[in-house]
């Protein structure tokens, strides 16, 4: 069964870091895109940070110089290192990874289960 499992979430002070997880398990093929998506209560789900299988990257301007996204492949996993956190990134993020299960087969988005970051001021 290929899953992603998310880890690294918590309760942390504003100011403070904290490190998120994601690894893909299972049957897979190829990772491709990676991506960290989060949301609020009664908001909508927004990108944070994305990486290509080459490496580029892509940030929300709200976490640019503050979060990075990497991705290690032979792990298949990737990670966000979240620093000089506020308030207002509290939130639940999901990890995103678009999947490719066999060779010339399609690719999926998968998804996380979701883990709690909690900023207090």
């Known amino acids: 069964q290929v899953q992603l499992v998310e880890s690294g979430g918590g309760l942390v002070q504003a100011g403070g870091s904290l490190r998120l997880s994601c690894a893909a398990s299972?049957?897979?093929?190829?990772?491709?895109?990676m991506a960290w998506y989060r949301q609020a209560p009664g908001k909508q789900c927004e990108l944070v940070a994305a990486?290509?299988?080459?490496?580029?990257?892509n940030y929300a301007d709200s976490v640019k110089d503050r979060f990075t996204i990497s991705r290690d492949n032979a792990k298949n996993t990737v990670y966000l290192q979240m620093n000089s956190l506020k308030p207002e990134d509290t939130c639940v993020y999901y990890c995103?990874?678009?999947?490719?299960?066999?060779?010339?087969?399609?690719?999926?988005?998968?998804w996380g289960q979701g883990t709690q970051v909690t900023v207090s001021s």
């Open positions: 299972g049957s897979i093929f190829r990772i491709n895109g």
């Open positions: 995103n990874a678009d999947l490719q299960l066999r060779l010339w087969g399609p690719q999926y988005a998968y």
């Open positions: 990486v290509t299988s080459g490496g580029s990257t």
